[in-house]
């Protein structure tokens, strides 16, 4: 169990739909980054949240949005769904004073997009 | 700018032989680079990782080698086994804000082991 918990684990989705997905973090960490990996390709960075702020976003457009709750929960979320946005989507979570150290990554979402 | 290369794309070895994969990274700053596997279907999950003040590190049949002065740092697997066919991401941080960071990871690098 890697402790960072993602639903739905599976979604499918119409063009121009938007589409929320959840992460809980492993017990103990603050921080929570998102991430998009699209099939054959490396995790590319979304972004981070930390004590329920956006610290910073990758090259990602508006469409794509984010939430922390107080319980260092999070939400990502995509309006417009193009069928470009099909892919996994990794929530991956750390200590916000230890984040040098490794992600702990969810399961992952994959959402497909028709 | 942030980048980081990973090399080669795909590998095939036979069982039993070794399979090296090498990565190339742009910020100087980076100090921490860590290795993940992923399976297919599944999470990326860390096999090792490596920090600056060393220069190689060891676990069982993997081991990671870093150079900093060439901004290298390589993947070595022995006697590798069939399971060890998966995808493998180098990543290294760049820094968010002071005290953060985000992680850049390389592109992948499939390796089949052959039976």
């Known amino acids: 169990d890697a ?16 589409v929320t997905l959840r992460c809980s973090p492993k017990s103990g960490h603050d921080t ?27 090259n990602f457009p ?22 470009g946005d099909s892919a996994l989507y990794l929530c991956a979570s750390s200590s916000w004073t230890a984040t040098y150290y490794g992600y702990t990554f969810g399961s992952g979402t994959r959402l497909t997009v028709v | 700018g942030e980048n980081v290369e990973q090399h080669p794309s795909t590998l ?16 100087s ?8 596997k992923q399976e297919l279907g599944k999470r990326p999950q860390l096999i090792i990782d490596i920090r600056s003040n060393v220069g190689e590190k060891k676990d069982q049949r993997i081991a990671v080698t ?8 390589s993947l070595h697997i022995t006697e590798t086994q069939p399971e060890d066919s998966a995808v493998y991401f180098c990543a290294a941080p760049s820094t968010v804000t ?8 390389g592109t992948g690098t499939r390796l089949k082991v052959l039976a």
């Open chain 1, 3 to 18: 402790g960072v918990t993602q639903s739905p684990t599976h979604l499918i989705k119409t063009r121009g739909q938007q």
């Open chain 1, 32 to 58: 929570v980054s998102w991430y998009q990996q699209a099939l054959g390709q490396g995790p590319q960075f979304i972004f981070q949240y930390y004590e329920e702020e956006e610290r910073q976003r990758g």
């Open chain 1, 62 to 83: 508006d469409r794509f949005s984010g939430h922390q709750f107080p319980n260092y929960s999070s939400e990502l979320n995509v309006n417009a769904l193009l069928l």
């Open chain 2, 12 to 27: 095939s070895v036979q069982e039993g032989d070794s399979a090296v994969i090498k990565c190339t990274y742009s910020d």
């Open chain 2, 29 to 36: 700053a980076s100090n921490y680079f860590p290795w993940y």
């Open chain 2, 66 to 73: 870093l150079n900093k002065t060439a901004k290298h740092f």
């Open chain 2, 98 to 105: 002071s005290g953060t960071y985000k992680y850049i990871f």
